[in-house]
């Protein structure tokens, strides 16, 4: 087993033009809303084009460390981050996420049970019921997923895969990290003890959704070109079946459940989805 005197966290929080929810964050991870955590140290890495985050940080969290963003998008964000961290242990929380109080302790006993494993990943929880379609939020309540909002990779591993590919330049940079972990024979564990909440978001522009009507499309095709992947979910097949899945439960609880509040965003959706396999035709190798 590994000794907790070996755990050290960099806790890596990318941020872009979200004050409120960054201070919320950091408020969750301080030493005071953190049981019985080991060490660790905070940074910051913001790609803001206003001052703003950085204020937070500077005038209400003097311990935490600030760092500038490469304005690449949240790949090059958070290796920013990861670049300037002093710990053997870097674990990744978006700033719209609060921490719940066994957060850290939880990867640390993971850590010390399975020395073998070199990149966990947390559960990620909703703040509230959805009340519309016309929401999302990024849950991973399962495993499985590896969404940067919450994990946590040994800073050896992380480097040797030379970090997250900043040619996605909105999404699908987990999905890729994660993807090459597995194809290098990574050992990986899901640990539900170590939860963060995220808040449901409109999917509509504006507000705090900075990303562009279908975001996703880009980074997919980029995706498929680099690693033409084999796996169902990469599939013809299992486009086939997200795509029922929309047209019969998730458009029967649309009209039900949310009295077809946001049925353009799960019409858009359909879309996109049908898009997808097209773009799976074209671009996978054969």
Not at 91 to 119: G, S, T, W
Not at 154 to 174: N, W
Not at 213 to 224: C, H, M, P, V, W
Not at 235 to 251: A, E, K, Q
Request: net charge positive; with cysteine; hydrophobic share 35%.
């Amino acid at each position: 087993m590994s000794s907790e005197k070996d755990i050290f966290f960099s806790l890596v929080i990318p941020t872009f033009e979200r004050p409120n929810d960054l201070r919320k964050c950091l408020h969750s991870v301080s030493k005071e809303n953190q049981n019985n955590a080991p060490p660790y140290e905070i940074i910051v890495t913001d790609d803001s084009q206003s001052n703003k985050c950085k204020n937070v940080v500077v005038g209400e969290f003097p311990d935490i460390k600030w760092t500038r963003g490469k304005q690449k998008g949240p790949a090059g964000n958070r290796n920013a981050g990861e670049s300037v961290a002093r710990g053997l242990w870097i674990v990744f929380l978006d700033d719209d996420c609060v921490a719940q109080p066994n957060f850290l302790r939880a990867y640390a006993n993971a850590i010390e049970q399975h020395p073998n494993v070199k990149l966990f990943e947390g559960k990620i929880f909703p703040d509230r019921p959805r009340k519309t379609w016309a929401e999302g939020c990024s849950a991973n309540e399962n495993g499985g997923l590896y969404w940067t909002s919450n994990l946590c990779v040994r800073k050896t591993l992380f480097e040797s895969l030379s970090g997250f590919d900043e040619r996605f330049e909105v999404a699908y940079e987990d999905v890729d990290f994660a993807y090459r972990a597995k194809v290098a024979g990574t050992n990986l564990l899901f640990v539900k003890e170590a939860q963060v909440c995220h808040p449901w978001r409109s999917v509509r522009k504006g507000g705090k959704n900075w990303k562009v009507k279908n975001y996703e499309s880009a980074d997919f095709i980029r995706f498929l070109k680099k690693h033409n992947p084999e796996e169902p979910e990469f599939s013809i097949r299992g486009y086939l079946r997200n795509l029922f899945r929309m047209i019969s439960v998730d458009m029967l609880t649309c009209v039900c459940v949310y009295r077809m509040r946001g049925i353009d965003i799960l019409l858009f959706q359909m879309l996109v989805t049908i898009k997808g396999m097209f773009d799976i035709l074209i671009h996978k190798k054969k």
